[in-house]
């Protein structure tokens, strides 16, 4: 079992917490959590894993076994449920399971649920503790640290959403055996994004071998290393007011790419959009001479190696990219903002960028 400490720098140092990661973590739950102190807990679970092996263990430990003390919410774990429609669900199963200021509330699902119950809790009566127990390889490795927490607006993703910290992160490694391969692949670009724009020599561990769904001891050094990066990160800025932006790198390019895909018929997985904005932005960094011609084809090696798509199965209108791209909330004064490798294994951002230097760089893909 390994453990990464979040520090989050508020007066009291209260906010701070574990990432705890180890294969069959959760059967021993209250070691990391303890919920005898909790009026009561409500389980908020993505359905598509009532069946799995591991969910069925955990429903038999003392933590979770049925009792009045603990409620069951189960939920669909898309991307569409993560709406004001489904908040409105959770707020309401939370008020109907008689949730009060001293419940925790525990999150199992990918990242799609995190976001949106750990939305409702931070919410709910001003906010209700909660642990994030995320299920897929991307929400493992990202979207369950740093307390980011959002909702859409229609077509807006995670317009509406706040900032809060779960009182801890629990990651087993077991709950990925079932992971469909194409979303544990997608999972993979957000760590090829952490060698990139903080540690080089994490990068070169991808260089060469694809990870394997199975492999658990290679797993478990990878997501340690993930998790390790993404929370010095946020550690050093919380609020995203500068290092944090660099984690935002590919995801300029990629969101619009991740937009543009679902009108075709190759809708892109989020980690496959990233794997294709990385690319983009990684030749915007050259053509802008931060980086040589090798690195980016090196770029190109490890994505593919990792069997992330490196070419555009569609063709884009690159003036609607430009418009997505412009609405990104990232921006400041209608200019896009970038988030570039200064070198690999070091990012930058608040990069202004030619328009004409990004049309030539989506050419890449
Ligand atoms: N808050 C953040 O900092 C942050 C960071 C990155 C991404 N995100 C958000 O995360 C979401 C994407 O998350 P994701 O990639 O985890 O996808 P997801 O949550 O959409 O889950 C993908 C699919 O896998 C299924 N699933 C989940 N766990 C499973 C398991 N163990 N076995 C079998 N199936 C399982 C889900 O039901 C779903 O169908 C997006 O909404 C994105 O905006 C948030
Ligand atoms: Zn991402």
Redesign the pocket.
């Known amino acids: 079992m390994r453990k990464v400490r979040v520090n989050i720098k508020d007066k009291s140092g209260g906010n701070s917490y574990d990432i705890i990661i180890g294969s069959g973590v959760l059967k021993s739950f209250s070691q990391f959590y303890d919920t005898s102190k909790c009026s009561s807990v409500a389980l908020v679970v993505?359905?598509?894993?009532l069946n799995?092996e591991w969910y069925k263990t955990l429903l038999s430990s003392n933590d979770f076994k049925q009792s009045q003390k603990v409620k069951f919410i189960e939920i669909?774990?898309?991307?569409s449920v993560?709406n004001v429609d489904g908040l409105s669900y959770l707020w309401h199963e939370f008020q109907k399971s008689g949730l009060d200021r001293k419940s925790l509330v525990v999150i199992l699902?990918?990242?799609?649920?995190?976001?949106l119950a750990g939305f409702a809790a931070s919410t709910y009566m001003r906010g209700v503790a909660f642990i994030h127990v995320?299920?897929?390889l991307?929400?493992q490795v990202?979207?369950s640290?740093?307390g980011?927490?959002?909702i859409?607006l229609g077509e807006f993703?995670?317009l509406v959403g706040s900032f809060a910290q779960p009182k801890a992160v629990i990651i087993d490694l077991e709950?990925?055996?079932?992971?469909?391969y194409r979303?544990f692949v997608?999972?993979i670009a957000?760590i090829v994004k952490h060698g990139l724009i903080y540690d080089r020599k994490y990068l070169s561990l991808l260089e060469k071998t694809p990870l394997k769904q199975n492999d658990q001891e290679r797993l478990m050094d990878i997501i340690t290393r993930s998790c390790e990066i993404k929370s010095e990160v946020v550690s050093l800025d919380e609020t995203e007011d500068g290092l944090r932006k660099t984690l935002n790198f590919g995801h300029t390019a990629g969101h619009a790419l991740e937009s543009l895909s679902k009108k075709t018929n190759y809708p892109l997985?989020?980690?496959e959009a990233i794997s294709l904005g990385m690319l983009v932005e990684t030749e915007i960094s050259k053509l802008i001479g931060f980086i040589s011609q090798d690195d980016v084809n090196l770029v190109r090696s490890v994505l593919q190696i990792q069997g992330l798509p490196v070419k555009l199965e569609f063709s884009i209108d690159l003036k609607e990219a430009h418009r997505i791209m412009l609405s990104d909330k990232k921006n400041v004064a209608s200019k896009i903002k970038w988030s570039l490798l200064e070198k690999l294994g070091k990012a930058t951002f608040d990069v202004e960028v030619e328009t004409s230097v990004v049309e030539k760089a989506f050419e890449v893909i």
């Open positions: 993505d359905k598509a894993l799995q669909s774990g898309a991307e993560k699902g990918g990242g799609a649920i995190l976001d995320p299920t897929t991307l929400s990202d979207a640290i740093g980011k927490l959002a859409n993703k995670n709950t990925l055996v079932a992971l469909p979303e997608a999972g957000e997985l989020h980690g």
